[in-house]
């Protein structure tokens, strides 16, 4: 399985983005996907979950300006991002949780990461 996100730049504060991440591969289901995040020098901390029935959650600090979307047809989940502050400014990664259809294992598969900078 491959993650493949896009979407990210360079954005002025309050301003938007929305971020993309396509999963490939074959024979697996996903069962939930999620944006992390990671800014120079700190700990990757969760931006935001949705499961493969739609349910999101958000941690208090993102739930605001932040939303999270999936389209389950092309296996893609979606971050939009609103009213852009500098401290957004880090590296987006997108996460799957599956299982494989030929076994039924389990797996978790991460994006390659895409650069978000918001100036001040």
């Known amino acids: 399985v491959q993650l493949q996100a896009s979407g990210g730049g360079l954005v002025q504060t309050g301003g938007s983005l929305r971020l993309s991440c396509a999963a490939s591969?074959?024979?697996?289901?996903?069962?939930?996907m999620a944006w992390y995040r990671q800014a120079p020098e700190k700990k990757r901390e969760l931006v935001a979950t949705?499961?493969?029935?739609?349910?999101?959650n958000y941690p208090d600090s993102m739930k605001d300006r932040f939303s999270i979307s999936r389209d389950s047809a092309k296996k893609t989940v979606y971050l939009q991002m609103r009213g852009l502050k500098p401290d957004d400014t880090a590296v987006y990664y997108c996460?799957?949780?599956?299982?494989?259809?030929?076994?039924?294992?389990?797996?978790?598969?991460w994006g390659q990461g895409t650069q978000v900078t918001v100036s001040s």
């Open positions: 996460n799957i949780r599956g299982s494989y259809h030929h076994d039924t294992s389990d797996f978790v598969a």
């Open positions: 949705i499961t493969c029935t739609g349910i999101t």
């Open positions: 591969g074959s024979s697996f289901s996903i069962n939930a």
